[in-house]
């Protein structure tokens, strides 16, 4: 059975030694991967919906200047990124559809999280194109 004391001792000391231990590094951000200029193919294409819901108690002109100074529109969208639309949407935000190889997920979050954040919160909902698929199993109905 553990005494009050040692408890309140171990537990500062335990902290301690694993922040200082090597292991400690295993759990520090890692740094933004290097810009990555893959295109998407048919064999890794990934489709990503990115919802940016703006601030809406703070004006305009203020969000816009915290993009620019954060240099969201230098950063976004990386280069070899298809934006597939880019529409306002009143009442919510910007609505952000892309389509990128999935190996550049990480990148797409990485530089929103570096230049979005604080003038927007973010949602992201990852796709796969499936209209083929879909289409052919509808015409595969319709036969008798």
Same mark, same amino acid.
């Given at each position: 059975?553990?005494?009050?004391?040692?408890? #309140?001792?171990?537990?500062?000391?335990?902290?301690?030694? $694993?922040?200082? &231990?090597?292991?400690?590094? *295993?759990?520090?951000?890692? %740094?933004?991967?290097?810009?990555?200029? %893959? &295109?998407?193919?048919?064999?890794?294409?990934?489709?990503?919906?990115?919802?940016?819901?703006?601030?809406?108690?703070?004006?305009?002109?203020? $969000?816009? %200047?915290?993009?620019?100074?954060?240099?969201? !529109?230098?950063?976004?969208?990386?280069?070899?990124?298809?934006?597939?639309? /880019?529409?306002?949407?009143?009442?919510?935000?910007?609505? =952000?559809? $892309?389509?990128?190889?999935?190996? #550049? =997920?990480?990148? =797409?979050? #990485?530089?929103?999280?570096?230049?979005? /954040?604080?003038? !927007? #919160?973010?949602?992201?909902?990852?796709? !796969?194109? !499936?209209? *083929?698929?879909? $289409?052919?199993?509808?015409?595969? %109905?319709?036969?008798?």
């Amino acid at each position: 059975m553990t005494s009050y004391f040692s408890r #309140r001792v171990f537990a500062p000391m335990l902290v301690l030694a $694993l922040a200082i &231990s090597p292991l400690s590094s *295993a759990f520090a951000q890692v %740094a933004a991967p290097a810009a990555n200029t %893959a &295109s998407a193919t048919d064999d890794n294409a990934l489709i990503l919906t990115v919802f940016l819901k703006h601030d809406q108690s703070r004006p305009l002109g203020e $969000l816009n %200047a915290q993009l620019e100074k954060q240099g969201f !529109y230098k950063a976004f969208p990386p280069a070899g990124v298809e934006v597939l639309s /880019w529409n306002v949407v009143m009442g919510i935000g910007q609505i =952000i559809v $892309l389509k990128l190889p999935a190996t #550049r =997920i990480r990148e =797409i979050n #990485r530089v929103l999280e570096d230049t979005a /954040w604080g003038a !927007y #919160r973010t949602e992201f909902f990852p796709t !796969y194109d !499936y209209k *083929a698929v879909g $289409l052919a199993q509808h015409e595969k %109905a319709l036969k008798p």
